[in-house]
């Protein structure tokens, strides 16, 4: 068991670590060859020009400007200058919710860590129960400033037990203004978006096959006969994986035609050639820039013909379409009702935004959904009881007292005092990081084929996955199976009916572990966020073998977006373990309030300066992070509600019968108050936009507005010839409209097809009738984008 010393010795080398990775991030931050790796979102934006501009060439690459040098930490407080409202117009709300999850914790946890340090370390200080106990169990100088070391039977429990009451309502007073406050937030910020797609859009799955009539025709009629004063149009969803890899593949001839023009651009007397052979390594010499224009003007004529064959097969369209109303209202009614007698047909809920559409997961049966669900329900069980072995191993290292006295061979080895140091105080927790590394991916790919349709969806299911990992992995694991490893002696020598009194003692021991845990992943980890020493590297390789054009560069700068998956599980944590040893072993409370402040400063930085959040959902993940944090509370009672029967608490442990009830009641008044702004959309605002743009926008054409929302994005408009440009009729009624995007991107470069950075080709494609040249001059060019974040027309250059 890890001793003061060797939580000192922890701390020292993450406390080391976080300054060298602070102190590398503040230097590499400044220099101009770096630009693209710190400050990636204000290029997106648009807001920032490449900074090599020095005449100097060494000045290009190296910043010479030594009096930046001296205000390497500026960034601190820069991070903290942008207001809330700032940083919603800049990153949207989901990004601006995220971060006060961070200042939640330190409002929750501030008072908390004050009392009871004040109150609750001298209590269980004074009482000196382990000194009697030390010959029969495993202990340190830390879990004397636990309840493990409070007497049986003792009045000082009712210190607990009262702390216990307080920080509950504490909690629950704090969740429920912060539940308000961010509802409030979503309705104005949804009040206050301008026009777009999903606002009158609606997603129908299931779609019943009827013998004679195609999947459009259904839906046509369908909704003309349940809705005909709203039904507006609707756009028709198409398998087509063949064309998905002829999409690809003429992306990458793209690429090479672009890279061979500006290599003659620059060395006009030179101009390209290449060999046909294996890796241009032998063969026919040829002209590089007209064999790739030939290669994609044959290819070209494949992918139309390839639609055609596509458009005219019936068995190609699937079960699925994005249906449109011509009012807010009339989608709200839809998407919100249950249309068909049979529950199982004609399901319909609200249309993600284009970007936030997984495309691939559209056509699943019901029936097949819920198998699918069952058999990842199953796999997710299995997986959680598999890492029970890792985290078993990381336990061992942990508890090396408990080892020694059933394996005394090990003792010579593991004696050495530093090494036992750093074994008990900073591997733990480094292992345990290195087995979680790989489970986010895992869980992702679950919840792909669980069948969800949207990125913000399977982002949120796949971060219920790993929360439920971490709580019965890294939180009830960690103690069940530290606590055998810790007191496996006395398991084995002393009688059943003292086991339960062995684990009750033991179980706020494990608080060491945990410390070591939060240095580890809160305080190095964290540095290492903001370092991003992973996208640095790949960056430069990338720019070294693999950027050929500007568009490769824009490609390889990509900076991601916050990675929900697995921060909020990670956050959810850290509530979980700091509601939990509040009480009973509050000097853990610190070292969380530590990763609080600090995580909030890096993600702060992070969020305004390198995030680009791939969809907006307007903070629609808080309901589960309010669940969570409740079901935290929960099992901090339930937690010392146990622990107090083994110290024979037997006049003080019914009062703390109550409060797992009163937070339950909470939690139930929560979400029939507020979870409804969450779920669904009032009429009565729907009605009033509806009203507001009738009266401002008399002459607006809704239905050019929403005929190419959601065509899928290998199917957008590209140029087949230097002015002859393919165009699509996404509408049942005849509407051609073009997209402005082909005004704003026109050039004569073939590479002029656009591309939603948020939803890779996957191998559906989507329409609802044959191609036909479109053009909408009354479309304006924000729709399928949050406004307050920048268009998502770019160049189709990135694979599945």
């Not at 064959?309 to 009702?337: E, H, M, Y």
């Not at 061979?409 to 593991?414: A, D, K, N, Q, T």
């Not at 979680?436 to 991916?441: A, D, F, K, S, V």
Request: glycine share 4%; with cysteine; net charge positive.
């Amino acid at each position: 068991m890890a001793t003061l010393s060797d939580i000192g010795v922890s701390a020292l080398i993450n406390i080391l670590g976080a300054f060298a990775f602070l102190l590398a991030f503040a230097f590499l931050r400044i220099q101009p060859i770096n630009d693209r790796v710190y400050f990636p979102k204000w290029y997106i934006n648009g807001e920032r020009a490449s900074p090599r501009r020095s005449t100097n060439f060494v000045g290009k690459f190296v910043n010479l400007n030594f009096k930046t040098y001296l205000t390497f930490l500026n960034w601190m407080p820069q991070a903290m200058r942008m207001s809330e409202s700032e940083i919603i117009n800049h990153a949207g709300l989901d990004s601006a919710v995220f971060l006060r999850i961070y200042i939640l914790g330190l409002k929750i946890f501030v008072p908390m860590a004050v009392l009871a340090l004040l109150i609750l370390i001298p209590v269980n200080v004074s009482s000196g129960t382990l000194f009697f106990l030390r010959k029969e169990l495993v202990v340190s100088d830390i879990d004397k400033l636990s309840i493990s070391n409070v007497r049986p039977e003792s009045i000082r429990f009712f210190f607990h037990i009262g702390l216990e009451y307080l920080f509950t309502f504490w909690t629950c007073y704090m969740l429920y203004m912060e539940y308000d406050y961010i509802a409030s937030m979503r309705l104005r910020y949804l009040a206050s978006q301008r026009r777009r797609a999903e606002q009158f859009t609606v997603v129908v799955t299931n779609v019943p096959h009827v013998s004679g009539h195609s999947i459009s025709e259904s839906v046509d009629h369908f909704f003309q006969t349940n809705h005909p004063d709203r039904y507006l149009c609707h756009q028709a969803v198409y398998n087509a994986n063949k064309y998905a890899k002829l999409v690809r593949k003429r992306d990458r001839l793209q690429n090479w035609l672009d890279y061979n023009q500006l290599k003659f651009e620059r060395h006009p007397d030179k101009k390209p050639t290449s060999k046909t052979g294996f890796l241009g390594l032998w063969g026919e010499k040829i002209d590089s820039i007209e064999y790739y224009k030939q290669q994609i003007k044959d290819l070209d004529k494949r992918m139309i013909l390839e639609r055609q064959k596509i458009l005219k097969d019936p068995k190609s369209i699937l079960p699925v379409a994005f249906v449109s109303f011509n009012s807010r209202w009339g989608a709200a009614v839809c998407a919100q009702t249950q249309q068909s007698k049979n529950p199982t047909l004609w399901l319909t809920k609200w249309a993600p935004e284009p970007r936030d559409v997984y495309w691939r997961n559209l056509a699943i049966p019901f029936v097949s959904l819920t198998i699918r669900r069952l058999i990842i329900s199953v796999s997710v069980f299995a997986l959680v009881f598999f890492y029970m072995i890792p985290i078993a191993f990381v336990q061992s290292l942990a508890n090396l007292e408990g080892l020694e006295r059933v394996a005394p061979f090990l003792r010579p080895v593991i004696e050495l005092k530093f090494i036992k140091s750093f074994l008990q105080g900073f591997l733990p927790g480094l292992a345990l990081k290195i087995f979680l590394y790989i489970l986010p991916t895992v869980l992702m790919i679950m919840s792909k084929i669980e069948g969800h349709i949207a990125l913000s969806t399977l982002e949120r299911r796949t971060a219920a996955k790993y929360y439920f990992f971490m709580l019965v992995n890294v939180f009830l694991g960690s103690i069940v199976t530290g606590t055998a490893f810790e007191q496996l002696d006395a398991f084995l020598h002393q009688s059943p009916t003292q086991i339960p009194r062995t684990i009750g003692v033991s179980i706020p021991m494990k608080a060491t572990f945990f410390i070591t845990y939060i240095m580890v992943d809160g305080w190095a980890g964290i540095a290492g966020e903001i370092l991003r020493l992973k996208p640095l590297v790949i960056f430069h390789l990338k720019n070294m073998f693999l950027v050929k054009t500007e568009r490769d560069k824009e490609k390889a700068m990509d900076p991601g977006s916050v990675d929900f998956p697995e921060t909020l599980p990670s956050l959810q944590l850290y509530f979980l373990l700091g509601l939990v040893y509040a009480v009973v072993t509050p000097i853990l409370l610190p070292f969380i309030l530590v990763f609080f402040a600090f995580a909030y400063l890096v993600y702060r930085h992070q969020i305004i300066n390198v995030y680009n959040q791939r969809y907006e959902s307007a903070a629609a993940f808080w309901p589960h992070v309010h669940s969570r944090i409740i079901a935290s509370l929960l099992i901090s009672q339930l937690l010392l509600l146990g622990l107090l029967s083994t110290k024979k608490a037997a006049n003080s442990t019914p009062l703390l019968v109550i409060l797992p009830v009163l937070t339950l009641a909470f939690h139930k008044y929560c979400k029939s108050r507020f979870e409804p702004a969450f779920r669904k959309y009032p009429l009565e605002e729907a009605m009033a936009k509806d009203i507001l743009e009738r009266s401002t926008e008399p002459d607006l054409n809704l239905k050019a507005y929403l005929a190419d929302a959601y065509l899928h994005p290998i199917f957008q408009t590209f140029e087949v010839e230097e002015s002859e440009m393919v165009q699509v009729r996404v509408d049942k009624h005849q509407t051609h409209v073009a997209s402005p995007v082909a005004r704003e991107h026109g050039s004569s470069s073939p590479a002029n097809y656009v591309h939603h950075p948020a939803s890779p080709p996957e191998y559906v494609y989507q329409t609802a009738s044959p191609p036909r040249y479109v053009y909408n001059p009354s479309s304006p060019p924000h729709y399928g984008y949050n406004s307050f974040n920048p268009p998502h027309y770019f160049y189709h250059n990135e694979e599945p």
